[in-house]
């Protein structure tokens, strides 16, 4: 027999998920923490496996925070509370959380807090954390191994904007906003310049977005680098 669920039913069961994953995850995350702490610092191979398991351990969070995200989507996706903040504090942030998951992808990541030296914004600091997390690390999945990923802020009219380039394939014209929606993820894909990445990344950039009073764009960039870039209220 089938049962009937109500969107706002599955938001709130799909919450707990994420609350409940959260508590393995960060036992993990101690754990290794701890083992790398008391292995010889000459075993090579097992310090490249705990950072194997730390870097699996960082993907399974980001995954969790996304699957919150998809929760919050179901629930309307409402505007949460807007705070004046210091840009160059969140794009070190953004620096911080994704470094590991580009070393694990060889790629080279260069994070400009500079750029933001002068420039504060208005929006939901942890919302638009979690937006540009997700475009860094689309970035990062689709720059090819040896690639290089750019991040950098500037101010453009009332806003500011933060750009990610990478040296990937840039979004295809074709998949235009697709690529951001929730039927998109499944079209996306297998599909050369769909720019798909793991846990919904680009879905959940827009729904981050959207919570946090911002807007999620695709980017022109000189050829052949990819863009995206996250528009905020300056202040």
């Known amino acids: 027999m089938k049962e009937e669920l109500s969107s706002e039913l599955v938001s709130a069961l799909l919450g707990l998920f994420a609350h409940d994953l959260r508590n393995p995850l960060s036992a993990l995350h101690s754990n290794v923490s701890f083992l790398g702490s008391v292995v010889s610092a000459a075993d090579t191979e097992a310090h490249e496996a705990l950072e194997d398991v730390a870097a699996s351990s960082d993907a399974l969070g980001h995954i969790t925070d996304n699957l919150e995200l998809f929760a919050i989507a179901l ?52 919302m638009l954390l979690r937006s540009l997390s997700n475009l860094i690390r689309n970035a990062i999945q689709h720059a090819g191994e040896t690639g290089k990923v750019k991040v950098r802020a500037a101010c453009d009219g009332a806003d500011v904007v933060i750009g990610v380039t990478d040296t990937g394939t840039p979004l295809s014209a074709e998949m235009g906003d697709q690529a951001f929606a929730a ?46 870039e996250l528009w905020i209220k300056a202040r």
Request: aromatic residues 6%; without cysteine.
């Open 75 to 126: 629930d309307g996706a409402k505007p949460r509370e807007a705070h004046d903040f210091p840009v160059r504090e969140l794009l070190r942030e953004a620096a911080q959380r994704s470094r590991r998951f580009a070393e694990s992808y060889r790629v080279g990541l260069e994070v400009d807090a500079e750029s933001a030296s002068n420039l504060r914004a208005s929006a939901n600091r942890d």
């Open 183 to 228: 039927e998109g993820q499944l079209s996306t894909k297998n599909v050369s310049g769909g720019r798909y990445s793991r846990g919904l990344g680009l879905y959940a950039a827009r729904i981050a977005a959207r919570v946090a009073g911002a807007t999620v764009r695709g980017g022109t960039s000189p050829a052949p680098e990819a863009r995206f």
